[in-house]
């Protein structure tokens, strides 16, 4: 008899525990999660932070003044393989640089192609690798160059003998140019 009270006993012990369990399980079940208003506003929130994130960085911007900054480098390269020749060749430009100030020639375009539009042939500061590999080209070519042209203008004022070189569509209003 004591025996069948002690298996009652612990039967009625399991039992409630059980009971209390399933309540409290029960009660975890309904409030675990978030509301859908506080996924909404979470989410609200996060969209605001990234719209002022982006107006503060000005992805447009930042691309534009990459973009100016490898004209300006391009400018640059340009200037010194014309010098190079110049210096090689006793003071003496390519003869196809003039004095009105005309787009280059894409490397690797025809002789024939460039003289025949208005495009400068410099293949002579090419040719060898001597001076520049190959003309750079303006990063948003061909959109603002000619078919074979490679972004950039090249002259020689007729006086003094300076060259210059400029880029012919720089962005944000500014101007990439450098005479020497």
């Known amino acids: 008899m004591a025996g069948s009270k002690r298996r ?34 979470v989410v609200a929130i996060i969209a605001i932070l990234a719209g002022i994130v982006i107006i503060a960085i000005n992805p447009g911007k930042q691309l534009g003044d990459t973009r100016n900054a490898q004209r ?71 959109t603002g160059c000619a078919a074979n042209g490679n972004g950039y203008k090249i002259s020689k004022d007729a006086t003094t003998g300076r060259v210059t070189v400029q880029a012919i569509n720089p962005e944000q209003g500014k101007t990439i140019s450098i005479t020497r």
């Open 8 to 41: 009652l006993r612990i039967t009625l012990v399991l039992r409630r525990g059980w009971a209390l369990n399933m309540i409290c399980f029960k009660n975890l079940k309904q409030q675990a999660g978030f509301t859908l208003l506080e996924v909404l506003l």
């Open 72 to 142: 300006q480098a391009d400018v640059t390269t340009i200037l010194n393989a014309v010098y190079q020749y110049s210096l090689d060749n006793k003071d003496t430009l390519p003869g196809t640089i003039t004095a009105s100030a005309t787009e280059m020639c894409k490397t690797g375009t025809l002789a024939a192609t460039c003289t025949s539009g208005s495009l400068i042939d410099l293949s002579t500061i090419t040719a060898s690798g001597k001076y520049i590999a190959s003309l750079p080209v303006d990063p948003q070519c061909p």
